[in-house]
């Protein structure tokens, strides 16, 4: 079972959609989740970080954890051409080795 | 805004050569990683790196690969021996104050090892 599995996608919507993107764990040591966005051939970009369940808003861009499940999901409101990349889902542990989904490609299309 | 910088941006090298990849993070970060993304699949961890020591690795960083912090300012991946898996994006990363802070990802070097 991999530590972290994210849907794979690819995700296409048309601009203005609320795009849902969802991951999950395994292990209970995971304790900072994090969201990145990756154009291609460039490195991750981070979007979102938290470390409790719940909710974080940051403009468009809402990231949900629930560690009682092992499942966390980001939020895109209002959806833009712009916001076409691969994101990636991550966590932590206190050792700091980051593990990464494997990725789902968003095209929104005007 | 201050970024992480790899150079080179691409590097083509023959199997069984050495290659170093060089990284600075950003200036005032504490710890430092190397990620690597082999084409068409997903981001891993290689190995961290805080006061001059590993403070993790990962299966992936076995003998071949080294690291090295020669300077105030540069961090560096050294893979002794290339082998033709090893060709891929190689990312560093910085954080400020521990491992579990956010971590700042460099633009990668592609390696290519033919």
């Known amino acids: 079972q991999k530590e972290v599995e994210q849907d794979p996608g690819p995700l296409s919507v048309p601009e203005g959609a609320i795009v849902s993107l969802n991951c999950t764990y395994s292990n209970s040591a995971f304790q900072y989740f994090m969201w990145y966005r990756q154009y291609s051939r460039k490195g991750p970009e981070l979007l979102m970080y938290?470390?409790?369940?719940g909710n974080k808003e940051d403009g468009r861009f809402t990231a949900q954890v629930d560690k009682s499940s092992k499942y966390i999901s980001l939020f895109i409101r209002d959806s833009q051409p712009s916001d076409s990349a691969t994101y990636l889902c991550?966590?932590?542990?206190?050792?700091?080795?980051?593990?990464f989904g494997d990725g789902t490609t968003l095209t929104v299309k005007p | 805004e201050p970024e992480v910088t790899q150079t080179p941006s691409h590097q083509v090298t023959q199997m069984g050569q050495e290659v170093i990849l060089r990284c600075v993070p950003i200036s005032n970060h504490l710890y430092f990683y190397w990620y690597r993304q082999i084409l068409g699949q997903k981001v891993e961890f290689l190995v961290s790196f805080y006061n001059n020591e590993i403070s993790e690795k990962s299966e992936i960083f076995d003998d071949q690969f080294s690291v090295e912090r020669p300077d105030g300012s540069n961090f560096t991946l050294k893979i002794r021996s290339t082998k033709l898996e090893d060709s891929a994006m190689y990312f560093c990363?910085?954080?400020?104050?521990?491992?579990?802070?956010?971590?700042?990802f460099g633009p990668g070097t592609r390696l290519l090892v033919l």
């Open positions: 938290t470390y409790s369940s």
């Open positions: 991550a966590t932590n542990t206190n050792a700091g080795k980051s593990t």
């Open positions: 990363a910085s954080s400020e104050k521990g491992v579990s802070e956010t971590q700042y």
